[in-house]
T-cell receptor
């Protein structure tokens, strides 16, 4: 099993550009989520999904969209990138109230 | 609302010394508790979790944590650290009263093990 994979690993955008961060898991987990990590703030939840076709907002959803058309994939879309979205983004998945498995992260810089 | 406080942003310690990383949480409902470790330029890895049962929880790499309900704490301990334990450690909680599995994280503690 590859676990949770994320692409790209690094990305540089200009203000106003859009892009999609990809996340996939091969563990048949029903729950998936996106977090952003900023220095001194831990990780904060952006959006999450409890199954295909079901998504909901987390703590910091503004400027981001998600969809969940399949169990495996949970892409995160930045509609119009802003410098405040410079961060490291982590995708995670879980099958129960136990462990969440994290991907390796995407480091995004918005100029 | 719930919040997680990690009282120390950095903890320097010598190799083979014991260490305790502190975590306190506030929540109006019962929570599940977790500790994650993040090595440089990597994702997060689960160290241990408390869901129910014994309040002393043992995890990977020789770490353990004790859930103290009265003090709303979940401190992480290791009796003898190694250089390889140098990493950032995050405490996190999940509310028990909903099916939402969203983790609320503390701000992290950077453990620096010195030779």
């Amino acid at each position: 099993n590859a676990g949770v994979t994320q692409t790209p690993k690094f990305q540089v955008l200009k203000t106003g550009q859009s892009m999609t961060l990809q996340c996939a898991q091969d563990m048949n987990h029903e729950y998936m989520s996106w977090y952003r990590q900023d220095p001194g703030m831990g990780l904060r939840l952006i959006h999450y999904s409890v199954g295909a076709g079901i998504t909901d907002q987390g703590e910091v959803p503004n400027g981001y969209n998600v969809s969940r058309s399949t169990t495996e994939d949970f892409p995160l879309r930045l509609l119009s990138a802003a410098p405040s979205q410079t961060s490291v983004y982590f995708c995670a998945s879980s099958y129960s109230m136990g462990a969440q498995f994290f991907g390796p992260g995407t480091r995004l810089t918005v100029l | 609302a719930q919040s997680v406080t990690q009282l120390d942003s950095q903890v320097p310690v010598f190799e083979e010394a014991p260490v305790e990383l502190r975590c306190n949480y506030s929540s109006s409902v019962s929570v599940y508790l977790f500790w994650y470790v993040q090595y440089p330029n990597q994702g997060l890895q689960l160290l241990l979790k408390y869901l129910s049962g014994s309040t002393l929880v043992k995890g990977i790499n020789g770490f353990e944590a004790e859930f103290n309900k009265s003090q709303t704490s979940f401190h992480l301990r290791k009796p003898s650290v190694h250089i390889s334990d140098t990493a950032e450690y995050f405490c996190a909680v999940i509310r028990m009263d909903t099916g939402r599995r969203a983790l609320t994280f503390g701000s992290g503690t950077r453990l620096q093990v010195q030779p």
